[in-house]
Each structure stands twice: as C-alpha cells, then as structure tokens.
C-alpha cells in the first residue's frame, strides 16, 4: 500500500498536550516536516522561550535549548556562532519576543546573525493566562484589558515584521497564517525559505506566523480561526517585507 503520510522523524512519537484547537501544534508539525524535507534534523538545534512554545521540547526530536524568557536570540547566537555547522532556530512567542525579548531579537537582527526565528504571534500572553501583548489587537478582550485594549492608554499593536524589515541586515521577514489549510501550505513554504537561508549562509531569517489563542480567547477554535481572517489579518497583513534575493535579482 502507497504511505501517503506519516509523522516526520523530526516529531517525537507523542501525542500534542496543546490546549485543543491551539495552532502552536500545526506549526510544530510543520516545521518539523521542513525539517525532514531539506535533511537538516542531525544537525538542528532549537532554542526555545519561556511560553507555551516550551512545550515544543516535548514534541520536537531535536536537540534543544531552553532559554529564559526573551534570551532565545542571545542564546541561539552563542549556539550557532560556536557550532556554525548546526542548523539554529528559535521558536518564540509574541510576550517572548516583543515584550521582555524585544531589545535581544532587534540587536540579533541588526547584527545578521545567520539562524532563523520563528514568531507565532497570537496577539495575547497564553501560557500565563491571556494578559495583553504588545501585539494585542485594538479592542481585544484580554485579563489586563477587560474593556478592550485602548491605544490612548495601551497603546497600537507593535508589527515585528515591519520594524525589523527596516534594519539593513537581515535577509527575509515575512508573516504568514495558519487559519486556514492553504494559508498553512504558505507558512510552510516560508519556514523552508528562512531555513534554506540559513544552511545558504545568508543570515537572519524571521516568519512571524499569525496563531490563535481559543483558552484565552475564550472562543471555540473554530471562532478563533473567523477572528484570525475578521480581525488579525486586517491589522497584520501577510506578505513578504524584506527578501534580499529578490532585492538582488
Ligand atoms: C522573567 C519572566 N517573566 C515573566 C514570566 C512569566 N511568563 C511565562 S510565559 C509568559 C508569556 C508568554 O507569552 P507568549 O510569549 O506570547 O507565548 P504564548 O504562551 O502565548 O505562546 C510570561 C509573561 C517568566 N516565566 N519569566
């Protein structure tokens, strides 16, 4: 009988304890499929952030870091510049990396470090029980926001894609989606570019990859994945912001 599909080497044989309908799972898998495609999973390294993507230490079987909360660039940067022939990537969620981590991921990027980070924005803190994040939409409903966040005293979502595409190092920043299965065909495609970026040497890689939140949101998953297309998209537009090959070509 033809195997049409089977779980990639790179995922340990578990089953997922995401909360259900949580898309951190989707992205574990394919990530670890991009992982299998290009042969890279002997040599990977991931380094993971404090958030529910530590979790992914359970799923992935690769070798792993753990860092503290925002330190995975700083981290990831030792790692790849004492082991350059590793395949490095951080997985960091929106608190990690825009919050307590935003100054280690914008000198990482300003510096090209040569690894590629992966940044699943689900606009909300999950893991400790859905305060606002920086990315938080306007008038989402968070703990810390019970009336909606309010840009007179919140302030507007910070678009990470857009502000470190401006740096001059870095080679790709894109976001994707993951709410619907051709946006997830799309986010794979992404990851393998950013990881293709690295074992090519070119440098810094970032997806920023648009989730959901359904424990924290307090919606079904299903309605979580309707807000993503009503709400997220429009706030956070999928593209491509910086791609130095195609700035070369
Ligand atoms: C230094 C430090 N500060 C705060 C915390 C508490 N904390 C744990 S996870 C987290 C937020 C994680 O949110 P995010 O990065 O958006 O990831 P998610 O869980 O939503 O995937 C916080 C504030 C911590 N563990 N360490």
Redesign the pocket.
Known sequence: MEKIYTRPNALNKSVSGYCPGCM?STITKITAQVIDELGIGERTVCVL?????TLGALYWNLDMVIS???RAPAVATGVKRVSPDSVVFTY??????A??GLSEIMHAANRGENYTVLF?N?S?????GG?M?PTTLVGQKTTTTPGGRNPDTDGFPMKMAELIAQLTSPVYVARFAVNTPAYINKAKEGIRKAFQNQLDGKGFSLVEILSN?PTTWGMSPIDTLSYINDNTLAEFPLGVFKDREEEQS
Do not use: K, R
């Open positions: 951190h952030p404090v958030g529910c993507g503290a909360h925002g960091q969620g929106d608190g990690d990396l919050s307590i699943i689900n909300i803190y999950g893991m400790t305060q994040a939140c």
